[in-house]
């Protein structure tokens, strides 16, 4: 079905630089390892004695958490480096680090990083697999892809739907991601937001702009919702948060306007009472712990496919 037979390269870095036959191979085969991750023991041995390393400059729960599940489906041993327990705080450089975890044998590194571009950086440097988890405003394919997973398990097909992206798309890698992996697949992308935090210039990457969410809501398929980034601002973008929410959160009230069979998203974490008020969080068009689930399938997928058939296995 598909023509590609793996991955072109030996990294993920973003959903930019890979093909929609990549990105349609990623969710096909986590679609079988959601299988797998659901059965009564969900063990198989096709990385036993594989090793990845998760290297993360920046808080995660979700991301982290689900790596590391990932590996353990797969039989792989893996590592977690932090930064608050590692030698960067004395001053080692990114590229020193990694090559000390590629002469102890580690078959992958898995890069969280508050700088654009380290993971690639990482990449070019070492012969193992590098996955980017997140790097500054860059991009965070590994929830592109879970985010277009749990729409595709929702919504049958991304092609042609109405796609909502709301919120602090100027410091969002999720909305970079999400934009790169939906255009590929034929959705109609929407950026709301107010004026601050819409980049200049986003529309060259193929989404239209809107800063009206109660005109954009009544005919969304899908509304993706983004936390304010405020660790990555350094000027008040917005007069308050009370104001932002008023605008740019979903209620109870605005979900009103929406169509009946919409879904509503969020990568995590939520600032309730900002983007989402609880209501709406818990509510019925939620699919927010749907995509914690699909992300530890489409992480399994991703190391299956990257590490799997290496060394002739
Ligand atoms: C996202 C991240 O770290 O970029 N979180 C995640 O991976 N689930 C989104 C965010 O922090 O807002």
Known sequence: MNKVKGLKSKDL???KD?????????????RAMKEIIARPVPKVPTLLG???????????TRTRTSFNMAAKVLSANI???ALNTSSVIKGETLIDTVKNLDVMGCDCIVVRHN????PHLIAKNTHNSVINAGDGFNEHPTQGLLDIFTMIEKKKSVKGKKVLIVGDIAHSRVARSNI???NKLGAEVVVVGPPTLIPKGVEEMGVRVSYNLDAEIKDADIINMLRIQR?????GFFPSLEEYAEFFGLNGERMKKARRDVIVMHPGPINRGIELTSEVADGPYNVILDQVTNGVAVRTALLFLLLGGKNGN
């Open 79 to 81: 590592t977690n480096v």
């Open 18 to 30: 890979i093909s929609v036959d990549e990105i349609n191979l990623i969710l096909e085969t986590a």
């Open 13 to 15: 870095l973003g959903l």
């Open 180 to 182: 790169w992996g939906l």
């Open 231 to 235: 660790e990555r601002m350094d000027k």
């Open 115 to 118: 700088m654009g571009g380290a």
């Open 50 to 60: 594989k090793h990845i390393i998760t290297l993360f400059y920046e808080p995660s």
